[in-house]
């Protein structure tokens, strides 16, 4: 890398639907990375939080910044929110999905 260049990172926040095997019950997942590949993959092979263990998952949610500080302040405001605002993050998010694959 030159002096004059410097590698940009992006850093996601993401929120997975977790179903548990066992019981059906459906739940929010939120954590943020650098990798959200990587990531999703870790939580789907039992590798990542131990809130996701024994529990199907799926990406429903993501949003890109910065820096791991904006990142990171995200992830916790997304935390802090009611189930129902997250779902409607979520349902939002999907929608806007929706629309852009249409086009």
Same mark, same amino acid.
């Given at each position: 890398?030159?002096?004059?260049?410097?590698?940009?990172?992006?850093?996601?926040?993401?929120?997975?639907?977790?179903?548990?095997?066992?019981?059906?019950?459906?739940?929010? /997942?939120?954590?943020?990375?650098?990798?959200?590949?990587?990531?999703?993959?870790?939580?789907?092979?039992?590798?990542?939080?131990?809130?996701?263990?024994?529990?199907?998952?799926?990406?429903? /949610?993501?949003?890109?910044?910065?820096?791991?500080?904006? @990142?990171?302040?995200?992830?916790? @405001?997304?935390?802090?929110?009611?189930?129902?605002?997250?779902?409607?993050?979520?349902?939002?998010?999907?929608?806007?999905?929706?629309?852009?694959?249409?086009?």
């Amino acid at each position: 890398m030159d002096s004059g260049e410097y590698e940009m990172s992006i850093y996601y926040v993401y929120m997975l639907k977790c179903t548990g095997k066992k019981t059906g019950e459906v739940s929010l /997942y939120t954590g943020s990375t650098q990798d959200l590949v990587i990531r999703v993959n870790q939580h789907q092979s039992g590798k990542g939080a131990r809130y996701t263990l024994g529990k199907d998952i799926e990406l429903s /949610y993501f949003e890109t910044h910065l820096t791991r500080s904006e @990142a990171m302040k995200r992830e916790y @405001a997304i935390k802090q929110l009611t189930t129902e605002k997250k779902w409607c993050l979520v349902k939002e998010f999907q929608q806007r999905m929706e629309q852009s694959s249409e086009k």
